[in-house]
């Protein structure tokens, strides 16, 4: 057996051969992967650090599969009122959205400025939110005060700022949102009380 070994290479010793571990008489080869492999290994190493800590790691990057799911559940919902949109119909916001979409638009607009961050009036505009009113309290004053204003009083025309469709969103906010929120600091009621 000895004199076959030989045959294998110049090499041939048991220091180069064995790794020094020897259980029972059966001793490990010194027989090590290649650098390649252990390069391959090493970079699938980091790349499962760095995919664990990426999608796992902060769930508030997006990344994680509650945030994916969610936003796909908007992209789809954006794309089915698009389609309806370019079929030529209409899409019907929930209240809710309309509620925000009238928020967004108060600040936007610079009702704020003379009605109050929270619409409860203040030197130059009335109390929004209590519900008197010097101009009509119907759905139909109010879009017309909000599109024409009155100048003559200190309250802009809104009508150049804002879409029809803008205007009834702010006023359905006003209505909705502001009327009985009850804030702070609420300017004393003006006019005449809004009875259903
Ligand atoms: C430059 C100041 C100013 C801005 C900006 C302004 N308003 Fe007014 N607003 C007033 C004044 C002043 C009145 C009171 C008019 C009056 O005496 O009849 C008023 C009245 C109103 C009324 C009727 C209140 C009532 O008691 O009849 C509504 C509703 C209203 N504003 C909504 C808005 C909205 C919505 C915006 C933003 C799109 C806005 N206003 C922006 C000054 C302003």
Redesign the pocket.
């Given at each position: 057996m000895v004199e076959e070994n030989k045959n294998i290479g110049d090499n041939y010793d048991d220091e180069h051969m064995h790794n020094g571990s020897d259980s029972d008489g059966i001793k490990e080869l010194n027989n090590p992967a290649p650098n390649w492999i252990l390069l391959v290994f090493m970079l699938t190493y980091g790349f499962s650090l760095f995919y664990a800590i990426h999608y796992f790691g902060y769930p508030d990057n997006g990344n994680d599969q509650t945030s994916e799911y969610k936003a796909k559940i908007v992209a789809a919902e954006m794309d089915r009122r698009q389609k309806i949109q370019n079929a030529g119909g209409v899409v019907v916001l929930t209240k809710d959205e309309i509620l925000a979409a009238?928020a967004k638009?108060?600040v936007q607009?610079?009702?704020?400025?003379?009605?109050g961050t929270k619409g409860e009036g203040n030197n130059?505009?009335?109390?929004?939110t209590d519900n008197?009113?010097?101009?009509?309290?119907t759905p139909e004053?109010?879009i017309a005060?909000?599109t024409e204003?009155?100048p003559e009083?200190?309250?802009?025309p809104?009508k150049t700022?804002?879409t029809p469709e803008q205007?009834k969103n702010?006023?359905l906010?006003?209505k909705d949102g502001l009327v009985g929120s009850n804030p702070p600091n609420g300017k004393a009621p003006?006019?005449v009380e809004c009875k259903p």
């Open positions: 009238g638009l108060f607009k610079g009702c704020i400025a003379c009605h130059i505009g009335p109390n929004l008197f009113w010097i101009n009509g309290c004053n109010l005060i909000v204003g009155k009083k200190g309250m802009n809104f700022m804002m205007i702010i006023t906010y006003v003006q006019g």
